[in-house]
């Protein structure tokens, strides 16, 4: 898998989803209670990822629905400043707001998240606002499967899928599953399934993967020879801290560890890793480096405070991978 | 008017309605898309008069439904911190939010706020969580307008009423319009109307007024007029930088002026001010010192940064009667 | 109490609320699943209530929203036939539904009704469509309390009553309490005791008026003296087969007993006998002789097959009363 | 194409969606505000062909959620009686009723439909209810485009997909467009697109492939090139009064006329065509013969009252063809 077709295409990849906003624990180490200042930054997976690859070189461009306000406005003009086009962005004209998720951070092993997701702009991205000319100029289309919880942004996303397939654009869909917004677990596995049936390549970790086969103890196996049925060249299933494989469709299998740091919390790994992968495969790195690349790139995001913010550049990641070899 | 009946009962006065989340602008005199930090209060009409009332000294209690989580229970925390007693507290069982409000200072003219208000707990009060025993122990039941916008929240302030009038329990109208969470002027109108007609004492400013009679311009006599052939007996209208009006029953009026001072933003002095007045009232201190209780109050809390946490104690108000005599 | 007040105003009476369509069974005395045709009739108890007194020959106008279809259509043209003004009525704009209710006669004694009332076209009417203008021209405003079972119907009804009471038209509150719709007992009754506390007349059976007072087993007497003490000035208290009563306010009581009849089906009764009976007062025949109106018309029009096509004459109710005196 | 394999399975078919009320005009050849009587029919497209299809000989089954009440046992009893398996039906069990559909027949060229599709128990069909053991017994899953409307029905019918393909079972597709219930144009073009690239046979009209091509004035080349670069291998196109096409994957294409009848009404033609077509294919026929029985059937069914009621036996159509030859 290498995904150096389509060179001449204005982005590298067009992320398609949420972005919203991030508030972060001033103070931490203590429940959210006695948190009495919180910091701001941008977050939402597709975000995060789009931030992450353009911070790491790549040209990334972004869909999705954004509030009209103060949020709404922070949110584009955070994500252009760090090289990420945002004209592919929808005002809401609703009067929706932006997601917003409180972080508290108890100790590196307890942190929780407190959402705000009732009617946020982000849901509403309509098939309308997908624009074919836009997907026409990727190489890839980054899906994140929370769009897919809600409709109209559910049929946005199926429809941005039917236009990249339509004009050669590769689909990666990162699982992303946030219980929150889903009406069930039965209704997950439906769309994770149709949407994991038409991606070239499919990322997640092993509990996503079972939630979208609707039962708890899948293996690797039965989820790669199910994919690889269908339209999959290659499928990333994470184990937390025993590391990450990678399977080709022509029966290839590479694995990777992860990277001692000093964790300050949890949030943001998973955007960290698919944004330093992405970046790996499409510099011709391998398979097998790219593994490492994500999972350094965890490591880094996880011993700082945001999960947007700390998306490291290139150079912090090999220097990382230097240390560790 | 005094209200130095049922002076045995342990609750000078009870407010029913929302009790938020403030997230003020930590770094101010900017729009709020450059602001990157935010403080936390406890907000909202009828939480900031129970908490201004308890710090002047009032027996104070609140009804209203919160939510089950970190802000839910800082909210009742920081309440209980200042004597507020939170028995008639609700929590919300649905996975419902606190309210937020995100302030932008700009400047002390220019100040806005992003309002979160889908789906908030406050607002799924139920009248059956609503109890009659509690209400029946106090002197005072504080209505806040906005409780009104929405079912069940309204049908619960609508018994509320309705037990506070069986139960010999003055019932105190504070107008608090907000234009977000009502359908429509025409149906604010309508629910101001009903429980205005049903008030013993209503306060609020000449637009909200207005607001109530569905029209603008409207003047003091035709308002007092229509409220006292109903169930007023006291009628306050604010006309901001103008000083405020006291109306009552028996045809008297009273007016005052405000107290200058270095003005942060604007938030939070109708709260203030209903607390201070109502405090004076119950220490029959006369309706027209009661006016500059009310107003001297409203002039501290808008040189500070917070609405809930800067209520006054009785010793500042009467310094600054003093001062500015 | 009589009715001779504004004797030179248009209409004697206008009801708002609901109009909608009545299937009723044409092979009866089976269970509906057997019933294979139907015959179709104009329904709803403030619609019925004013094709009745029409009927007996009092001015009615009606307001209410119809659906812009075929059943809309037909609604209209049936009530403007019978001689009620049609004038008040409004479109529904957004292609809402006549109510249904199909109904099963399986024996005298064992009807069933299936009722359609999912988002239907009366309990959209609107504040704004309720016209001050025509209210004026009423002498009594009938109410029905089934269109204060959601919004914004609930408004437009608690509007049109603050209109009456402002232009001198007497309010009459027809408990009619149907289950469906409403969200809950509480929220019933919240809304029919403000109502009932603002009524001139309430009429009602003895369990709609528990329903009312939140409790089972109450009594007409304490009925009676919570409404006296707030504005009405005649409450009739149905129950059933013992008969019904009327209390004044100057502490009269009158009761009739039922006449004889043929029973088909139970429907209809509580709308002829409402029709009956204030047209029995409108022509100053006295409360007594008002209520064997209202029953010796609910005779009729239970033995026949629908409730607004059988409304009686005049002369058919005499010629009852005549038979059975 | 032929429909023999898995002859050993108990169903030929099982039909997945609606099953509802036709409410018929008694006294036609007028508007339906005219009509003063209606009679009862079970219809619904997918229980249409369950029935037509059982009335053919064929063994058929349904899937589909049905209101608790008289008209849910009516349909249910109903379907029973013509020889339908209802072990797949499930209750409504919360207050859900039918779908109606008043039938207007002013003539032959001039008929419309008021229907009745809020909150329809047939559109809460949720993935659950749909049983893998169930469909494994069938040949045939017949899937009705109307099922995709709202949801949990789309995903119920998507699930059904999943789960027919799972087990060898033949995804038969028939368009049944119908404007009502669909949020928008583009949503009924995604799910009808996604649906018919995983169906083995899609039936339509021409303007319902249109409004799957999101589109008007497509052709029937390029519909069946991309049909047939998915998984379709028999796609049927009806042109009205110029008659139907067939076309296979293997490049074969048919055409059949339409048969003369004295038209009542136009409603039912689609099913009774589905019927007959499958039957014939079911019974290897061939598939031009398929054309004429499908059309034959809805000459019949369209000169008389019902659609359901009127579905022909494989005699009636036989005698047709016969006399048309």
Redesign the interface.
């Known amino acids: 898998m290498n995904l150096n077709k389509n060179s001449e295409r204005k982005f590298d990849i067009i992320a398609i989803g949420r972005a919203c906003i991030d508030?972060n624990a001033?103070e931490y180490n203590r429940?959210?209670?006695e948190?009495?200042?919180?910091?701001?930054y941008v977050g939402g997976s597709p975000a995060n990822i789009a931030i992450g690859t353009s911070k790491l070189g790549l040209k990334a461009g972004f869909i999705g629905k954004i509030p009209d306000?103060?949020?709404g406005?922070?949110i584009q003009?955070y994500m252009a400043g760090v090289g990420v086009d945002t004209t592919g962005m929808v005002l809401d004209t609703e009067g929706r707001?932006a997601g917003?998720a409180?972080t508290?951070i108890k100790s590196p092993e307890d942190c929780s998240i407190?959402m705000?997701r009732?009617?946020v702009a982000d849901l509403y991205l309509?098939?309308?606002e997908v624009d074919e000319d836009y997907i026409r100029q990727a190489r890839v289309l980054l899906v994140s499967g929370t769009a897919l919880s809600k409709?109209?942004s559910r049929?946005a996303v199926?429809?941005a899928i039917?236009l990249a397939k339509k004009n050669d654009c590769l689909v990666v869909f990162e699982l992303d599953y946030r219980p929150y917004t889903w009406?069930s677990e039965?209704?997950t596995a439906?769309?994770y399934?149709?949407v994991a049936e038409q991606a070239d390549i499919v990322i997640g970790t092993r509990d996503e993967y079972d939630m979208m086969e609707g039962k708890e103890g899948g293996t690797n196996e039965a989820t790669t020879h199910h994919l690889f049925e269908n339209q999959a060249k290659l499928v990333v299933i994470k184990h937390g801290v025993e590391g990450s494989f990678a399977y080709t469709r022509e029966g290839a299998t590479f694995k990777a560890g992860v990277y001692k740091t000093n964790v300050l919390k949890t949030f943001g790994a998973g955007d960290s890793y698919a944004s330093a992968f992405l970046y790996a495969l499409f510099n011709d790195k391998g398979i097998e480096t790219a593994l490492k690349y994500g999972s350094a790139s965890a490591s880094i995001v996880i011993s700082k405070h945001s999960s947007s913010d700390a998306m490291p550049t290139a150079a912090e990641i090999e220097t990382l991978l230097e240390e560790q070899k």
Chains 1, 2, 3, 4 share one sequence.
């Open positions: 508030l001033v429940p959210m209670e948190t009495m200042t919180f910091s701001k306000d103060q949020h406005r922070f003009s707001k917003l409180f508290e407190l705000y009732d009617n309509a098939p309308s409709s109209p049929e199926l429809h039917h009406v039965e209704e439906i769309y399934t149709l």
